[in-house]
């Protein structure tokens, strides 16, 4: 396995991460255990979870959030520092007004349960999970570098947030000598590729490490759905991922993807690897998060570091990528 320095900070952090979002939510803690201890046979050090990831996310009750955490907190006590671990806050994870959001009061209230849900003393990387436009940045990053300065948090880094939000805190962060986000985690695949406009250019050029998330686009990059077939049982599709379906759902993309599984079958490569190691080479991209719902997932990387694609691969994955549908 591939590490990578995350953004310019000097952390080491390997190229594919295991996202934890499954667990607690589509898989029982027995299975969740598999899927870690296969990520680490993997050579896989970074491990990404979110308060809020657990079985409220489908039952919409926030009080049901925090199964991820939890079972990774009970997973990671002997290899605890083995690992990088990476959590997120701003989700819904109670009922008050004050139970979501990036105020410094709900930040200094959701550290603590997820330190204690973690079992752990340091989240590796705290992650704000989405801009909050009800917060002044100021105040975000005031409460985030206390935590820095106190040793609960070792770097901040931010999800889905736009360049110019970055480019915005890292400016506020500078102007009061505050610690300023290392990363950005954003979505990003060979079939979803927004962040190519503005964002990556932007990661590459301030030094900011892109870990990249649905890098097999939900499951729709490991061949599993075709065109006109049923969703396989207990698929996310089955489960009715709302952003799987809405890939689904234009006419083109299973054409696309068809196009691709042909030309990884002609090189001998399976498409999920290929799909990774595309996504891998993309100047910015610091480590790539695999979803899993099986170890099976996780083992299926192995031939991963065997895929050198060349120039010309890249130009004609792009050009079936940025067809009309791309
Ligand atoms: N920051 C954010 O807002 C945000 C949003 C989404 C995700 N994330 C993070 O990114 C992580 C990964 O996201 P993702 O799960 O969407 O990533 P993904 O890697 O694009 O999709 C993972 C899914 O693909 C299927 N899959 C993977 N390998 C397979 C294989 N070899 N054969 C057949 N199917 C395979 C499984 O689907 P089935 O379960 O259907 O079998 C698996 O759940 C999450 O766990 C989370 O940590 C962050």
Request: hydrophobic share 40%; proline share 4%; aromatic share 6%.
């Amino acid at each position: 396995m591939e590490h990578r320095r995350l953004g310019n900070t000097g952390l080491k952090v390997s190229v594919i991460s295991l996202g934890c979002m499954a667990f607690g939510r589509w898989i029982d803690e027995k299975t969740s255990l598999q899927v870690f201890d296969a990520a680490l046979d993997a050579g896989i050090t970074l491990f990404d979870t979110a308060d809020i990831y657990g079985r409220g996310m489908d039952s919409r009750n926030p009080l049901q959030s925090g199964e991820s955490e939890a079972i990774l907190g009970r997973i990671i006590q002997k290899r605890r520092s083995k690992i990088i671990l990476a959590t997120k806050v701003n989700g819904k994870v109670g009922l008050g007004p004050n139970d979501h959001g990036l105020s410094r009061y709900h930040i200094t209230r959701a550290i603590e349960d997820s330190l204690k849900r973690l079992q752990t003393d340091v989240i590796d990387l705290y992650q704000v999970h989405r801009f909050d436009p009800d917060t002044p940045l100021e105040e975000t990053l005031g409460a985030l570098d206390d935590l820095v300065k106190q040793g609960k948090v070792r770097y901040i880094g931010c999800s889905n947030y736009a360049a110019w939000q970055i480019a915005k805190a890292h400016g506020i962060s500078q102007q009061k000598g505050l610690n300023r986000f290392v990363s950005v985690q954003p979505p990003y695949s060979l079939l979803v590729r927004d962040i190519e406009q503005e964002l990556l250019p932007f990661c590459e050029s301030e030094g900011v490490g892109a870990i990249v998330y649905s890098p097999l686009a939900r499951g729709l990059l490991t061949g599993k759905y075709v065109d006109g077939g049923a969703h396989p049982a207990g698929s996310r599709a089955d489960r009715a991922d709302r952003a799987l379906l809405a890939l689904l759902a234009k006419p083109q993309i299973l054409q696309n993807v068809c196009k691709l599984q042909e030309f990884a079958n002609e090189r001998g490569w399976s498409l999920p690897c290929m799909a990774l190691a595309w996504v891998a080479k993309r100047a910015g991209v610091a480590s790539a998060i695999l979803g899993a719902s099986r170890p099976e997932h996780v083992q299926a990387i192995e031939g991963l570091a065997e895929i050198k694609l060349q120039e010309e691969d890249m130009v004609v994955l792009d050009s079936i990528c940025t067809s009309p549908s791309g």
